[in-house]
């Protein structure tokens, strides 16, 4: 699987999910993509014109943003965006709860249509589809 970490994530959550994953999947940060000025509208369309890409996001912005919502759930992707809570944690938190949901992350990304949007639980083992 393809897997975009957003910018309101650290660039190291993506390397060090790319390392640990190595061979399986592709996990790239934005800036490490798109460099640091890009705005989410032109790298929606971008991924979304190439293909399945999975996208893991701190910026609930891009669910309440009319323009980005509808950018982003018309396109090939699939979103998990962290609850507020878990954004609002510390890295090594974050990182804990995206490795205990990744299979369920997978398995849904597989699934689903593009344009799909999940929350990631602070504490719960289920996804909740937004």
Request: without cysteine; glycine residues 8%.
């Given at each position: 699987?393809?897997?975009?970490?957003?910018?309101?994530?650290?660039?190291?959550?993506?390397?060090s999910l790319n390392a640990l994953f190595a061979g399986k999947?592709?996990?790239?940060?934005?800036?490490?993509?798109?460099?640091?000025?890009?705005?989410?509208?032109?790298?929606?369309?971008?991924?979304?014109?190439?293909?399945?890409?999975?996208?893991?996001?701190?910026?609930?912005?891009?669910?309440?943003?009319?323009?980005?919502?509808?950018a982003f759930r018309s396109s090939n992707l699939v979103g998990?965006?962290?609850?507020?809570?878990?954004?609002?944690?510390?890295?090594?938190?974050?990182?804990?709860?995206?490795?205990?949901?990744?299979?369920?992350?997978?398995?849904?990304?597989?699934?689903?249509?593009?344009?799909a949007i999940f929350e990631l639980p602070m504490t719960r083992?289920?996804?909740?589809?937004?």
């Open positions: 699987m393809k897997v975009l970490i957003d910018e309101n994530l650290p660039p190291a959550l993506a390397r999947h592709e996990i790239l940060h934005t800036r490490d993509r798109f460099g640091p000025n890009v705005t989410d509208v032109q790298w929606i369309g971008v991924l979304g014109a190439e293909g399945r890409w999975v996208v893991i996001s701190g910026d609930r912005r891009i669910t309440r943003n009319k323009t980005e919502y509808n998990f965006f962290l609850s507020k809570g878990l954004n609002k944690s510390p890295i090594i938190k974050q990182m804990e709860r995206l490795l205990a949901l990744w299979q369920t992350m997978e398995t849904q990304a597989e699934i689903v249509q593009g344009g083992t289920k996804i909740k589809q937004m």
